[in-house]
Each structure stands twice: as structure tokens, then as C-alpha cells.
């Protein structure tokens, strides 16, 4: 069984740029949670999703949004990018729809904003 | 709010030796989750182990071993005969069962450090 993938692994953006990361998780596993990781944070939950409906939402800005589609594939934005951005950013998947449940990650997306 | 300690920033120890990883959490619920990630220097978390909070019984895995106490709110992760292999971050997790803002909240990890 392929494990979680996401698109693109590394990405270079300024100041203002908006972008948009891709997660496509395991087959069959419908909800998906994004997560931000930096040096000085560390690991923060960002949102999770299932079936299409954001179920849970972090402690972050109205600047960073995301969707999940039928085929439980998800997207994160980040509008006007911010140097603190820059961050690995971690989407997870679970078959079932609550955080308890074991997550299986995927390798991450490093953004860099300059 | 909950909130997950793990005090040991960076622990380097030589091969074959045991070392302990410490975590302590914070939470007001009665019913939640704890997990121990590893994530090795490519960067994607590898799960390692979920506990809940009505299972207090310690858990043996090959080399891994966790001590779960909810009287002093710990979830020790222990590696014995530690290998080079071993070298990497960990991080321990807690998720209250009703999810919430919070999700899943990590440590700051432990860098851990196998010197042959």
C-alpha cells in the first residue's frame, strides 16, 4: 500500500506569494491533518480534516486554509507568505476521523519564503 | 489546554548502551491518547506507539520499551542496547479524546544521538 504523498517536497516562495501544498493520503483514509514544524515552534497542528468538512482547527491565521476533496485528497494555502513561513509542513492521514487514531505521515513539503 | 515536556533537548550515548527518553503531559481530560513519533533525518515521522489513558500497562517491543504512569503523568520511552539506526528525533504526542484546537500536541523532541 503506497504511503502518503505530498507535493511538491521543496518549494522556494517571496514575500506576498500565496501557495498551495498537496497531500494525497493512503488509500481508504479519509480524514488528513496538516501540521507545521520549524525550529523554534516545533510540531503545531494546523487542521484536520474528513469526508470534506474541516473537523478540528489550530491556533493559526485566517492566512492559511485548506480543503479536502472527495477522493479525501487535500490542499493547504498560505496567502501573503510571511518569512515565518518558512517551515516543513507535515500532512498526516488516519482511516478513522478523530486525532486519536494512529497517523501515518507523509515525507513533508519544506517552503522557504524569502 | 494540554501540553506535552520532553526536558532532554539532545542525549548522545554510545552504541550498545540503554537510554531512557523522558516525556511529561499536561491535560485536564480524563479520557485521552499518548504516542511516541520518530523522526529520522529524512524528515517523514515514523509512528512508534499509542497508548490511551485507561491502559497502564508497560509495553515491551523488541529493543523499546514504554512505562506509562499516569501518577506522575509520564510516558517514558526506553531503548535498550541502543544501535547507530537509533539515531534520531523523537517525539512524544498527547490528543485529548475530544480532539479540539489543539489536535494532536507534540514535544519539542529529543535528539537522540548513537555514537559507534
Known amino acids: 500500500k503506497a504511503g502518503v504523498t505530498q507535493t511538491p517536497r521543496y518549494l522556494i516562495k517571496t514575500r506576498g506569494q500565496q501557495v498551495t501544498l498537496s497531500c494525497s493520503p493512503i488509500s481508504g483514509h479519509r480524514s488528513v491533518s496538516w501540521y507545521q514544524q520549524t525550529p523554534g515552534q516545533g510540531l503545531q497542528f494546523l487542521f484536520e480534516y474528513f469526508s470534506e468538512t474541516q473537523r478540528n482547527k489550530g491556533n493559526f491565521p485566517g492566512r492559511f486554509s485548506g480543503r479536502q476533496f472527495s477522493n479525501s485528497r487535500s490542499e493547504m494555502n498560505v496567502s501573503t507568505l510571511e518569512l515565518g513561513d518558512s517551515a516543513l509542513y507535515l500532512c498526516?492521514?488516519?482511516?478513522?476521523?478523530?486525532?486519536?487514531?494512529?497517523?501515518?505521515f507523509g515525507p513533508g513539503t519544506r517552503l522557504t519564503v524569502l | 489546554a494540554q501540553k506535552v515536556t520532553q526536558a532532554q533537548t539532545e542525549i548522545s550515548v554510545v552504541e550498545k548502551e540503554d537510554v531512557t527518553l523522558d516525556c511529561v503531559y499536561e491535560t485536564r481530560d480524563t479520557t485521552y491518547y499518548l504516542f511516541w513519533y520518530k523522526q529520522p533525518p529524512s524528515g517523514e515521522l515514523v509512528f512508534l506507539i499509542r497508548?490511551?489513558?485507561?491502559?497502564?500497562q508497560n509495553e515491551i517491543s523488541g529493543r523499546y520499551s514504554w512505562n506509562f504512569q499516569k501518577s506522575t503523568s509520564s510516558f517514558n520511552f526506553t531503548i535498550t542496547a541502543s544501535q547507530v539506526v537509533d539515531s534520531a528525533v523523537y517525539f512524544c504526542?498527547?490528543?485529548?479524546?475530544?480532539?479540539?484546537?489543539?489536535?494532536?500536541?507534540f514535544g519539542k523532541g529529543t535528539h537522540l544521538i548513537i555514537q559507534p
Open positions: 497508548r490511551n489513558s485507561f491502559d497502564e
Open positions: 498526516a492521514s488516519s482511516l478513522m476521523d478523530r486525532v486519536y487514531n494512529e497517523q501515518f
Open positions: 504526542a498527547l490528543s485529548e479524546a475530544g480532539g479540539g484546537a489543539d489536535g494532536l500536541t
